[in-house]
């Protein structure tokens, strides 16, 4: 038997079909468009891209058996769902669970044509109990069972376990891989797969379930280290040790935009006036520029090669933002045109191709179907375009590349001076609240099919956070953050494991696979959560307490401490402690860990407009105080009537005729800025100006709150 098993199968395969099969229903596929390059690491998972009322597990997968994949290619395929795992006990058979992807096209060649050779449909029906996956619709999944590129296919025992390599001597249980497997062996690896089930017997299920009990236990295993600035400088020197300095962008191939990279850069440059890492910001973006479809705009997913070459040209939402948020922040940077033009290019593209009538947004736009390698038809000129068929978009809106392409579209729609983009992120928004948001239960994965499906996913719960936190700086909208608190407490009470202070990626399953009865606290997730817990902070100070009457006494409301319910402060702190010993592990991804550290330590420049954004000119202060070339900008929008009395409490110096915008940081605030002109002039004096004298209390603008630090124990600027 050859000692090299799967549990993770990356194929690279040369060939593409013309002709997909019908959908696979009940697993999520369907007859789509592969992806682009074939045997040039083209479906590589480091980007998988997005993975998104009331459902169980089975409902991502479909409720039964795969009735039409099996006349499609003769398998007989499950979903990942009890009646699976039953069947497998039953018939005392281990399971092939195939995890894909729609978007791909060595994933859609992989099941439809290489998955329904006759040998390899034979011996899958008789000896194994196949389950297909969409990754996309089953992140958790997805996690559980990685494999390095598209398809991934795991051998599960009956309990769900993958298989593992016994331990020797000097080493512990381990999967079994095998990558690059040709498809002509594929039959002769899945006989010897079952053979070696069959001759591990009961004690392979326990060494199988041993092995994932530790590997859950070693990544769980609580570690925490200080909150330092000084993780600052190590995380600045880890970028500039992955700058490409002959190719532009960062690291080795496959080659992709990197937002928080770029992101921190640009942080570290406002910071300290860092003209190195501006640069490798700017190159990695001007490099990228060859990633921009000229014709239809958007952005490609990667480049297989080094030099950028290679394109694979899947469009997918999630990296859409991305690069869109990245342009947006260079223009906010450097005030060039290239970047603002960079941007239009996206986000038409995102209006235009990927924005569905219902509301929602599509989440992936597939390759040329027709040609080998997916790009005759991106190659193909304007004219040319329109005499052909575009490649299939697919048409499901899964939660957080959605609110992601919500919040950069509404930070685009403040740099280029367009309300069609903000009117139509802001109707995204209202979709997802409307079809998957449920007020104390958090909001679903996708929408598909006319209903909410999937499990609830921690990176699905921070973009719509992160998204309704957006809106209510750029609208004043109390309701946004009354949902973005409603559901920042559901994570927090529900995803927080209170021995590493870290957050799951999912409420763990009670029963079924081990894998899935443990939650995976995955680094950029919480990186981003500590983000925004502190911005959660710096706005409304007092979560944490409940204000209860004394009617007995008279009295009017005291706060009074809950005990269990942490501090949004305290909640990110314990995040960055929990991060603070392994960050440096991550290399280049080490970024968001800086990110998060700074605006945790440093708070932010905060924007008070006083007055209504509807209108045009107070509109037009709000977005140029957007503007800023800052670090950390945060924007509160007042009523002069109803929030008077915050007005006072800041110390703002009433205007007599709104609108009027004021800056503060520090401990000092700006004259009030009545046009746009006055908004840099006077940023720039209140950032030379020494902080005030103080005697004991620092400033507090409103409401007990203060313009201060999460160290220090501050309130927040809106404290409701």
Known sequence: MNGLLVFALTLWLLASSPTLGPRLAASGFGAVAPSSQG?????????????????????????????????????????????????????????????????????????????????????????????????????????????????????????????????????????MTLELVKPEKLAAFLRESADYFRTRGPKGSILFRSAVLQEMKEENQKKSGPVTGASLEQVAELIRGSVDAVHGGFGRAPKYLVPTAIEACLMFNRLKSDPELLAAAEGALASSNGLIDPVDGGIYRLAAKEDW????????????????????????????????????????????????????????????????DGGDYYRASAEQRAKLPPPSVLRMTITAPAAHAVRALLRYASVADDPAARERALRGLAFLDEKLYTKGRGIQHAWFGEQGTGPLILEDQLAFVAAHLEAYEQTGAKNHVDTALDVARFVRDNLRDRETGLLGDCIPQHGGPTLLQYAKHNYDENCLAARLFSRLHYLKRDEGLEKVRQEARGEGAVAVEMPGRLRWADVAKHILEGLSPRYQSFGLRSADYGLAVSEYLDGPLWAFLVGDPAQPEARSLLDTAYRLDVPFLMRVVLDPVADLDMINAIGLTHHDRPPALYLAQGGNISRAAISPSEVGPFYKLLHNAPPPAREDKPLQPASGAWLGRPRDGSAGAFSG
């Not at 947006?328 to 191709?353: H, M, Q």
């Open 39 to 175: 045997g040039s690491g083209a479906g590589k998972q480091e980007d998988a891209g997005s993975a998104s009322k009331g459902t169980t597990p089975s409902d991502a997968g479909g409720a039964g058996k795969t009735r039409s994949a099996q006349s499609q290619s003769g398998i007989d395929w499950y979903p990942f769902a009890n009646a699976a795992f039953l069947r497998a006990q039953a018939l005392n058979r281990p399971i092939l669970l195939v995890v894909s992807v729609q978007w791909n096209r060595d994933a859609v060649h992989f099941v439809n044509e290489v998955l329904t050779r006759p040998e390899v449909v034979s011996i899958i029906r008789s000896r194994f109990i196949p389950i297909l996956v969409d990754a996309d619709l089953r992140p958790d999944i997805r996690q559980r069972y990685p494999g390095v590129s598209w398809p991934s296919m795991t051998i599960l025992n009956p309990e769900g376990d993958p298989l593992y390599v016994p331990a020797g001597e000097a080493s512990k249980p381990h999967r």
């Open 309 to 372: 070459k290679m394109i694979n040209y899947e469009k997918l939402l999630d990296r859409n933002a991305d690069a869109l948020e990245s342009f947006v922040d260079a223009y906010r940077a450097t005030a060039k045109p290239f970047y603002l033009e960079g941007a239009r290019r996206i986000a038409s593209y995102v209006l235009k191709t990927l924005s569905l009538d219902e509301g929602g947004f599509a989440y992936a736009q597939t390759a040329d179907l027709t040609s080998r």
